[in-house]
DNA sequence: CAGCGTACTGTACAAATGTTCAGTCTGCAC
DNA sequence: GTGCAGACTGAACATTTGTACAGTACGCTG
C-alpha cells in the first residue's frame, strides 16, 4: 500500500531524504548524505530541488498529502469497523499507523513535522483536530459519548492524549517497559484507555 | 524563585546557553552566538567547557538538577493544596512550571530533553513517571481513584496526556484558540480534564 | 544527421563553525 | 616584588556544508 511505484532518480532522492529526515532530523543530514542513500551525486539533488529547503519543502508537500490519503482511509475505517479494529478510544494515530507498512519512516516524519511548530505540521495537525472534532461532535449527538460542555477543548484533549503516545512511545518503552506503537502494546494501551474513559478515572465524592 | 545569584562569566555563559537552546535548539546554536549573548570571547566557552559538547552536557545537568528541585516542590504542592492550586487532573507539568518566572526557559528546554530520545531526557521521564505511578496506587489505595487493571498503563496514561499539553501547547494555542499553558487557558483545559477524567468520555452501553 | 533540452557528474568555492593556541591581564601566595 | 595559576581575548586553522558551474551523456524532434 503507498507503494511508489516511481522509481525515478528524482523520487529516489525524495524518498531518501525522507528516510534521513524521519530518522536524524533535517538540520543534521547533510545533501552528501542524501545523494549517496540515494546512489547519485550531490549535484543532481540541487538539479532536481534548487537548494536543500527545496528538497525540505518537498518532502513536507509528500508527506502532507499522504497525510490526508491516510485521514481519508483511516475515516473509512472508523464508519466501518472490522474485526479487529479497535475504536475511537485507542486513536487515530494507531489507526494512521496501522495503514503504514512495518518500518515506514513517515509516522516519525510526521512526528518532526508536528513538534516542529511549522506551517507545514500545523496544517496537519489542524486537519487532524477538525476530524476529531467532528468525530466527538457526532459521538455526543449519537450518544456514544458523554455531553461536554467544552467540546472544543474536549476533542483537543483527546486528540492529543492519542498523539501522545505516538510522540513518546520510545520514552515509553524504556522506562515504563510498554510501547503503545507495538501490537501487544497496543492492546494492553487500548484496554486501559478505554477503561479510563469509559469508567473515568478519579471516583465521584458522592459514590 | 531559582535566581541563581552566580554572576561569573561561567554561569553566564551556562544560562545564555540554556535560554538560546531552549529557543533554537542546541544544533542550532553556534559557540560564537552563545559567546556574544554573556558578553565573552567564543574562546572562554571553549576554556570553560572544553567543547560544545561539554557545554551541552553542563546543561543538561544543570537542568535536571533544577526539576529534581522543582519535582520535590511540586510534590509539597500536591501533599498540602492551596486555595487555588489545581488537582491532579490538570496535572504535574502546570504545577512544574508554576514555580517558574514567567518567562523562563525551562520549560521549553525541558521540552526538548524529553522529545530528544537521550539519557537525560530519559532520567527526567524516568523520575515524572515513578512519581506518577506512586500518586496513582496511592490514589487508588485511598479511594480517590478508581482501581485499575493495570496500574503502570494507568500511570504513564495520565502521564503523557499531562504531557501532551506541554509539548503541543503551540499548536493547540494556533489551531484550537486554547494554550493550555496560560492562565486562563489552565482554567479552561483543567475543568475538562477533571470532567473528562469524572464522568468519563464514552457512555457505556448499560446505560 | 543535426540540434537541443534534460539528466547527471565532479570539481571548485565561499561561508560557517568547532576548536586550537599564543599571548595578555589580574589577583593571590610567598 | 616575584612568580604563578587561572580568566580571558583574538587570530588562525581545519573541516564541513550548501551551492555554483562547466562539462558530458543521452534521448527526442526536426
Known amino acids: 500500500m503507498f507503494n511508489d511505484p516511481d522509481q525515478t532518480a528524482r523520487a529516489n532522492i525524495r524518498t531518501s531524504a525522507l528516510e534521513l529526515f524521519a530518522a536524524k532530523g533535517p538540520d543534521a543530514v547533510t545533501i552528501r548524505e542524501i545523494a549517496a542513500a540515494a546512489g547519485v ?42 474485526a479487529d479494529t479497535p475504536g475511537v478510544a485507542s486513536g487515530f494515530a494507531e489507526l494512521l499507523i496501522g495503514h503504514l507498512p512495518p518500518h515506514s519512516p513517515i509516522p516519525a516524519y510526521l512526528r518532526r513535522l508536528l513538534l516542529a511548530d511549522d506551517p507545514a505540521g500545523r496544517q496537519i495537525f489542524r486537519t487532524w483536530y477538525n476530524l476529531t472534532l467532528a468525530l466527538t461532535k457526532q459521538g455526543i449527538a449519537s450518544g456514544a459519548m458523554r455531553p461536554s460542555a467544552d467540546p472544543e477543548v474536549r476533542a483537543a484533549f483527546l486528540m492529543i492524549n492519542d498523539l501522545a503516545t505516538m510522540l513518546l512511545h520510545k520514552n515509553l518503552a524504556a522506562v515504563v517497559g510498554v510501547d503503545p506503537l507495538t501490537p501487544d502494546g497496543i492492546a494492553r494501551w487500548a484496554a486501559d484507555a478505554i477503561d479510563a474513559y469509559s469508567t473515568g478515572v478519579f471516583r465521584l465524592e458522592n459514590e
Do not use: C
Open 41 to 82: 551525486s550531490p549535484g543532481l539533488v540541487l538539479h532536481h530541488y534548487g537548494s536543500k529547503q527545496g528538497l525540505r519543502n518537498a518532502v513536507d508537500e509528500y508527506v502532507a498529502a499522504l497525510f490526508e490519503v491516510l485521514t481519508k482511509g483511516s475515516m473509512a475505517d472508523m464508519a466501518a469497523p472490522g
